[in-house]
């Protein structure tokens, strides 16, 4: 097959790709609790792993290209990638982004979540509520006929408003029997421009919004992406369906609380 072709899902599929999203889902409301000053990376790390495969899924990133770990946990200035360690033991006032993705009867569910650790500085709190809503700004783009770009500007444009950078480098992406496919989604304009969306596709949104510049560089690890300015930075990701009517959230978890609070944000 072509690797470029975006996969349209069958109903089949979908449910499978319900499934797996779900667990990821579940795993991210699962860590919340352990999210706390004096919990090392690796700590957080090993809870999701054991979680992961205790529900009869494999941690997708494990071994993928060669990452060592089963989520990333990005702190502070980490924007994305952070590889869990020992080493690495949250404080308060720290935030940090745990992306988890597992796979789960050859699907894969990909989501994640920026969570304070104790007391975080208002003006770190904004950055974080105002990434999530950037998430949410850019879920209400899709539905059949739009295009990819229109996701990119409204995202771009909220971030800017309140002088805040987006990362360009790292993007959304399809997903489905692969962890990354088409279509790619950036999270900066302009609008109508990219592939036009069609009732089963599936892919993520997952905005980095930085406090400083948008400027990036990897660590000699090879992997920890970091802002060149050392200022924070922001993560919110879920993997969508596109239906019909518009769209379904597919990485909610089974919690009613957390379904209403997130659904009441589109
Ligand atoms: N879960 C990340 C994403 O949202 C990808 C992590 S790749 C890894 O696309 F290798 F770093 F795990
Ligand atoms: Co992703
Ligand atoms: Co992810």
Request: charged letters at 25%.
């Amino acid at each position: 097959m072509n690797d470029k072709l975006i996969h349209i899902k069958s109903e089949r599929e979908i449910e499978l790709m319900r499934k797996s999203c779900k667990l990821a889902a579940n795993t991210l409301k699962f860590i919340e609790p352990h999210v706390r000053p004096g919990i090392s990376t690796e700590e957080l790390n090993t809870l999701c792993h054991k979680y992961i495969l205790d529900h009869d899924a494999y941690p997708s990133p494990l071994n993928y290209h060669g990452f060592p770990k089963s989520i990333c946990t990005s702190v502070n200035e980490v924007i994305c990638h952070g590889i869990p360690s020992k080493k690495v033991v949250l404080k308060d006032g720290d935030i940090v982004n745990i992306d988890v993705t597992v796979f789960l009867n050859k699907f894969h569910g990909d989501t994640n979540r920026t969570f304070y650790v104790g007391e975080v500085a208002p003006e770190i709190q904004t950055l974080v509520e105002i990434t999530h809503k950037c998430l949410y700004l850019g879920i209400e783009q899709v539905r059949p006929g739009a295009k990819t770009g229109d996701i990119g500007q409204v995202i771009e444009d909220y971030a800017h408003d309140h002088d805040y950078s987006v990362v360009e480098e790292y993007c959304g992406h399809g997903i489905g029997r692969n962890f990354h496919e088409e279509p790619q989604i950036v999270h900066f304009g302009p609008a109508g421009v990219g592939p036009e969306m069609r009732a089963g596709m599936t892919f993520t949104i997952e905005p980095m919004v930085n406090l400083g510049k948008r400027h990036n560089r990897v660590l000699k690890d090879k992997w920890t992406v970091v802002t060149k300015d050392k200022k924070q930075s922001a993560q919110f990701e879920h993997t969508l369906l596109v239906t019909e009517s518009g769209v379904e959230i597919l990485t909610l978890p089974d919690t009613p609380f957390e379904r209403q609070f997130e659904s009441e944000l589109i």
